[in-house]
């Protein structure tokens, strides 16, 4: 199996080179990481301006590339333009965790959703952020779980989301909101924005935020399409 290998947080984020080791287990690794941080950029695409991609060392053994764009064009390069047939796409290890609404913020959920539009499968990897590296040794038992239940084959992209403190595995929905954010004027019509994390209640840890307030390695099966399906067959016999 080729494995593609994205993340949000640049090529040379602290957790790459740990989880693309981890990968070759699973088969042969490609990175394809954007040159620089693009945490927030969701399916953000670019299209004006030339881009810079080239091969860069992350470690030995480890086929790497930075590109001067998001997550989603790492993706997109990798299937239309690098010349080699990619099965699955794996992104992350995200330092923090996307959860809840939220995602659709995340450059990390965003790479796989480009790979579910492209015909691959993908797998999005988010961690707390103290615990980013040491997250990796918790992922075996997330593919475990998802290749004897046959999960990988009954659906097209998971969320997988690992706290801090490892108690157990949920597979999960998706939750509400996980941030909250307001913009700070720093002078001179300068404008930041901040906010806190909003954490679960632990009353529900079949939501996301719930699980990982209990402890627990979040699954969330994610679904391409954001067609109403409910209301359209109610609906599609309607014209005009």
Known sequence: MNILITNDDGIFAPALPHFARWAQQYGEVTVIAPKVEQSGMSHAICFTRPIEIKAVDIGEGIEAYSLESSPADCVRYAVTSFGKQFDMVFSGVNRGLNLGK?????????????AARLGLRGIAFSADPSAVVESVAHLDRVMKFLQDN??????QLFNINVPAQVNGLRVTRQGGIFFTDVFVHRGNDMYEQEGEIQPGKGENPEEDIDAIYHGLISVTPLAVSLTNLALFEEIKHLQE
């Open 150 to 155: 046959r999960l990988i084959e009954r659906n």
């Open 102 to 114: 939220d995602i659709v913020y995340s450059g990390t959920v965003g790479a796989i959703f480009e």
